[in-house]
């Protein structure tokens, strides 16, 4: 399993990204994908969560209206579109995979991609 995350980097608050995740060595369509971040001194927390199919999206209460999820499953490939981004979003963005063999759920993260919203 391999994931690979990009698109990061400075931005002025109330500015934009769009972060990609880029997945290989597993069969992407059929599991869900999800993005969390870690700011320095905090604890990894959930941001967006996005169904294998993409019909289903769960965001944090901090980044609903602003942050946007979507996956292309033909590119095996999860976005997540950030705007109207504030200070409090700075954080090393990651993406995770949940993969169930048998019963045995292991979680698979990128190396993560830094987001900094800074003047």
């Known amino acids: 399993v391999q994931l690979v995350e990009s698109g990061g980097g400075l931005v002025q608050p109330g500015g934009s990204l769009r972060l990609s995740c880029a997945a290989s060595g597993f069969t992407f369509r059929s599991y869900p994908m999800s993005w969390y971040r870690q700011a320095p001194g905090k604890e990894r927390e959930l941001v967006a969560a996005i169904s294998s199919a993409g019909g289903r999206r769960n965001y944090a209460d901090s980044v609903k209206g602003r942050f946007t999820v979507s996956r292309d499953n033909a590119k095996n490939t999860v976005y997540l579109q950030m705007n109207s981004l504030k200070p409090e979003d700075t954080a090393m963005y990651y993406c995770?995979?949940?993969?169930?063999?048998?019963?045995?759920?292991?979680?698979?993260w990128g190396q993560g991609t830094q987001v900094t919203v800074s003047s």
């Open positions: 995770n995979a949940r993969i169930v063999v048998v019963t045995t759920p292991s979680d698979y």
